[in-house]
């Protein structure tokens, strides 16, 4: 069941029309998307307990600015830190690259982008993380829970027993 659960993207932009633009791109490709308007709300979303399996995030933004949110989010707890891919229209992008990367992002796209780019994107680097926690989970699981892997083992002779 978990494995049919949608990956969280977090979008933080401060344009409506390109954050509805990007949420419903993401959408389509059957993604769960929680829109952000500025990095505060971003960075509270990243605090809170839903999970959240990769950021898109605008540089420019009101008030904290995108290089602002990707330091911020660094100081936080590694299972806080989603990969982050930057879509912005700076013309700088070629500059801000390494800068980006040293501070986590994993992509940097300059706007107008290309839809099935970003989706490659967001495809690679949000599985990523699932498949850690994924992992973490799995290892978690078989640690401590031997009633649970009986009561697996008890669905798995039920279900292909047939009368």
Known sequence: MESTQKQNILVV?????????????????????TPAPD??????????????DLVLLDLFLPGADGIQFLRSRAEMEADRQPPVIVVSATEDMDTLRPQLRELGA????????????????????????????????????AKGAPAAKAARAKTKGKSTTKS
């Open 13 to 33: 932009e401060d344009n409506e029309n390109t954050r509805r633009l990007l949420e419903t791109i993401l959408r389509s490709a059957g993604y769960e998307v």
């Open 39 to 52: 990095a505060e709300e971003g960075l509270r979303i990243l605090r809170g307990d839903a999970p959240v």
């Open 106 to 141: 994993k992509m940097a796209l300059r706007k107008p982008f290309d839809v099935q780019e970003l989706l490659d994107g967001v495809k690679q680097h949000a599985t990523k993380r699932t498949e850690i926690a994924a992992a973490v989970a799995t290892a978690q699981t």
